[in-house]
Nanobody, 121 residues
C-alpha cells in the first residue's frame, strides 16, 4: 500500500510560519488531487486546502491569504506554507491524496500519519 510521509510540523509562536511537506515515495506515476486537512482536539477533521494535478487550488475561508498549497508533480510532493499562524491553527495536520497510481494499480483516499502543529501565544 502506498504511504504518504509528512514532515515539517512543530511548535511556533503566534505570527510565525511553518512549511509542511508530504511525499509519496516509491514508483508513483500520478497523483490526482492532494490536500491538507487538520483536526484539533475535540473537533472533527476539516479541510484546509486542496490542489489538483493541474494546479487548481481551494482553501478553507479560515486560512485564505495566510496559507499556500503547492505541489511538485515530479517529486510526488505537496507542500503547505503557513504564515501568520494563530493559536486556532493548532491541530494535527494530515495529508491526503484522492487517487494514487503506481505499478500496483490505483489506490484511493490515501492519508498520511499526521504531523502536529502547535501555535503558542
Amino acid at each position: 500500500q502506498v504511504q504518504l510521509v509528512e514532515s515539517g510540523g512543530g511548535l511556533v509562536q503566534v505570527g510565525g510560519s511553518l512549511r509542511l511537506s508530504c511525499a509519496a515515495p516509491g514508483s508513483i506515476f500520478g497523483i490526482r488531487t492532494m490536500g491538507w486537512y487538520r483536526q484539533a482536539p475535540g473537533k472533527q477533521r476539516e479541510l484546509v486546502a486542496t490542489i489538483t494535478e493541474g494546479g487548481g487550488t481551494n482553501y478553507a475561508d479560515s486560512v485564505k491569504g495566510r496559507f499556500t498549497i503547492s505541489r511538485d508533480n515530479a517529486k510526488n510532493t505537496v507542500y503547505l506554507q503557513m504564515n501568520s499562524l494563530k493559536p486556532e491553527d493548532t491541530a494535527v495536520y494530515y495529508c491526503n491524496a484522492d487517487r494514487i497510481g503506481s505499478w500496483k494499480g490505483y489506490e484511493y483516499d490515501v492519508w498520511g500519519q499526521g504531523t502536529q502543529v502547535t501555535v503558542s501565544s
